[in-house]
């Protein structure tokens, strides 16, 4: 119930559909840039240089595949980080959580039941984007193809010729991004229980990420790159390998939940010594 | 420690004392509410009253002391303690982009569910009508005002507290309040603990006051009382020597304002009267005087300039 209410308060304002419609936009801009000949171009070729059918893997989940990385990375770090910098910050500055905490409820079950929808909106978001970006590039594409894999960075270079195989390691993928985004706004959620406004702590979030990608860059940080925030959320690509690395997939996705839940512990821990008062 | 409990105290504020980055807003606060009382609780703006406020509701930890609702501690056992207890803010903030009944809705999931009947109910009784299906975002103050009276009445508590519940209002609205309220205690017998610094309405509504100045109780007793304690008598006569003496053998004492005299409790104004004219004294004028609680507000808190600062 009061899960149900707090999901109620998050999806009945029109902000929170500003991000889907983004998307949707977003989206379309790829598809577009996908039907553009250059690009179209160079995909061919590193394709038929892999001796793959190019009609084959110019696909709906190719598209697909390519419109979750780059819209997630582009965008949706910052829609995330504005709801989950939200979720608390706001409803403290407007006066609301005043009227919550006048009832017989502990902080605790308040922050838990708010943390859960954000996390329920962080995977409904991601995929929203997958599904919607799926059904776009079918009407521009066609449903049918295999799914063509390609990231430099993370080297790994796959290809799925059937089309069940492919869906079912876009899902598994997009399952994966859906957790690697939940730490995103693990950081927002606990920046927002701070005593600081809601455009603070989306801020404070979203400049978290950026150096952690700004590390990431830099040379002598190599060694350590593994250990970086931003490297292990970009771990769902590996789901996407000819042969995954389970091992490799755990270790990543533990640390990353085992991060989410000590700073849902430090947002608590905020949350619990402070005063609410006019 | 334990210690019994009194069944009739159904708030109990026990040596509050709070401050904020090293400035006191409360020190050694102590007073009790019983059932059925309305109780209000009095000082200038940055006196404490919303910082006690935020105590009794667990919103704000106190340095030091306890405040507890019907015997269980809010520090201790919050939850227990506010299932007994509804609020009201200065400016009750809801969620603008919901309806009335979907405020009620998530804020009673939060008080143990919702029940459509009550809400109904309640929502008729505050006068919010067919308008409880718009959204709040196109209320008026005072509707607001009423959609947080039935947000606190839905749980059906024992004990409501009121932060000055009609700042803002029209006259209109601060009468329906009034009356609303005064209807509460006689039908339900309902305690109210009515945060103000509005003299005229606490001395409309309440039966006992505690008055705050920086954070300390400076006064606390029942309203009726207050008039009682001296009776002060504004009288024109002359040669005023000979008024004195009179003054003086009824034991009577000139105020600070002119013409005022304040003598004991019981002393019949008819017999100061014929004091005077049988001294030989010419009488034009003998007005009793009530003693208001605005009188015994300013005497406790200082003079009418001598705001406190925010806390």
Redesign the interface.
Known sequence: ??L??EL??LF???RTYIGYGAFLILELVILWVFHLDKPREEMGKILSDAGLEVDHYYSALTVTYWMLGFSMAMLGAIYLALVSGDIVAKESE???L?????????RLR?LTIKYVAVLIYTLTFVWFVGVSGYLMSSIALGWDGGLFVWNYELRVFSFFPELTTGIGRLCLAMLLLSLSMCTLSSIGFAFSCLRIKPAAATILALSVLFVDSVLQMLPFMAPYKEHLLTHRMSNWVYVLENHVSWAKLAESYTALIGLDLTLFVLGWMAFR?R???? | MTRKADPEVILEASHLSKS?GGKPALRDLSFTVRRGEIFGLLGHNGAGK??AL?IF?????PDGGEARIGGASVQRR??????Q???I???????D??SGM?NL???M??????DAEAALRVVEEVNLGDRIHSRVSTYSHGMRQRLALA?ALL?EPKLLLL?EPTDGLDPEGIKWFRDFILRLREERGMTVLFNSHLLSEVEQMCDRVAIVRQGRKVYDGRLEGIADEEMTLEIEADPVELARACYGRLGGRELAEEGRVSFPEGTDPAVVARELVEAGVNLRRLTPLRRSLEDVYLEVTGSPEGKEEKS
Do not use: C, H
């Not at chain 2, 509701?57 to 930890?61: A, F, N, Y």
């Open positions: 119930m009061q149900r209410s109620r308060k009945a304002r029109r407007d006066g609301n005043r009227m919550v905490l006048a009832r017989p409820i502990s308040v010594v005063d609410f008062k006019t | 904020f919303s910082t935020g509701l667990g919103m704000v930890e919050r939850a227990w303690a506010l299932r207890a509804g609020a803010f200065e400016s009750p903030a809801f969620y982009y919901l979907d809705k998530v804020l999931s939060y008080s143990g569910g919702f947000q749980p932060d």
